[in-house]
């Protein structure tokens, strides 16, 4: 059975759990499909979800993150024809790193980026953040993981449905193959990411080695 909508991918979920006169369990398949798809939003980063928020001028200690914003690749400054990166910080971090100055950190907090030292001046700045893909439901009927990797949407629903009923061998056994799927997803990215090769001018200061969560 071809899993690359909503439907099929659907059927296939009540097919997998062989439950299809359970009323109760079928009546909350698209619920166990949103769950499944917002865990891999939330342990996956992948490609697809790569979103880039177009060049722009930053003078002010914040900026409003965007719509479906999960999580941050990378920000980074434009000096001349070189990019300087910031390092994500603890919040702590970057207000300790100045009230004026050429920003050297970020950190997010609620639904904005802080920078730290605050900006004494405008800067060009590029965001490359991950976007939420949009939720399957009855009213969308694909998405970008529903056509390249339907397995790991089906067993993130299924492990989603498999806790909903309380069978802990069959939440076993769909989270296994969750992040088995997950993993060939995840290494085939990988390999496409090195395929090549780029040269960049990066200015390094102030360089540590920290991430927000």
Same mark, same amino acid.
């Given at each position: 059975?071809?899993?690359?909508?909503?439907?099929?991918?659907?059927?296939?979920?009540?097919?997998?759990?062989?439950?299809?006169?359970?009323?109760?369990?079928?009546?909350?398949?698209?619920d166990?499909?949103?769950?499944?798809?917002?865990?891999?939003?939330?342990?996956?980063?992948?490609?697809?979800?790569?979103?880039?928020?177009?060049?722009?001028?930053?003078?002010?200690?914040?900026?409003?993150?965007?719509?479906g914003?999960?999580?941050?690749?990378?920000?980074?400054?434009?000096?001349?024809?070189?990019?300087?990166?910031?390092?994500?910080?603890?919040?702590?971090?970057?207000?300790?790193?100045?009230?004026?100055?050429?920003?050297?950190?970020?950190?997010?907090v609620?639904?904005?980026?802080?920078?730290?030292?605050?900006?004494?001046?405008?800067?060009?700045m590029?965001?490359?953040?991950?976007?939420?893909?949009d939720?399957?439901?009855?009213?969308?009927?694909?998405?970008w993981?529903?056509?390249?990797?339907?397995?790991?949407?089906?067993? !993130? /629903?299924?492990? @989603?449905?498999?806790?909903?009923?309380? &069978?802990?061998?069959?939440? %076993?056994?769909? $989270? !296994? /193959?969750?992040k @088995?799927h997950?993993?060939?997803?995840? &290494?085939?990215?990988?390999? %496409?990411?090195? $395929?090549?090769?780029?040269? @960049?001018?990066?200015?390094?200061?102030?360089?540590?080695?920290?991430?927000t969560?």
């Open positions: 059975m071809a899993m690359n909508t909503y439907t099929t991918l659907n059927a296939a979920l009540v097919e997998w759990l062989n439950r299809s006169g359970l009323a109760s369990l079928t009546d909350r398949t698209e166990f499909i949103a769950m499944g798809q917002r865990r891999i939003h939330r342990t996956c980063d992948l490609n697809a979800m790569e979103t880039v928020l177009a060049t722009f001028t930053q003078s002010t200690e914040t900026v409003a993150i965007p719509t914003y999960l999580r941050t690749k990378s920000i980074s400054i434009q000096i001349g024809n070189c990019n300087l990166t910031l390092d994500g910080a603890p919040y702590k971090k970057v207000v300790q790193a100045g009230r004026s100055g050429r920003p050297a950190f970020y950190a997010t609620g639904t904005n980026l802080h920078f730290g030292p605050i900006p004494d001046q405008g800067y060009e590029d965001i490359v953040y991950y976007k939420a893909l939720i399957l439901s009855t009213s969308v009927s694909t998405n993981i529903s056509e390249n990797a339907p397995e790991l949407l089906l067993f !993130a /629903a299924l492990w @989603e449905a498999a806790i909903w009923m309380k &069978d802990d061998l069959r939440k %076993q056994e769909f $989270e !296994a /193959a969750f @088995e997950k993993k060939d997803l995840l &290494d085939s990215e990988t390999r %496409q990411d090195h $395929e090549g090769g780029s040269l @960049e001018c990066r200015e390094l200061v102030n360089r540590h080695s920290a991430r969560y």
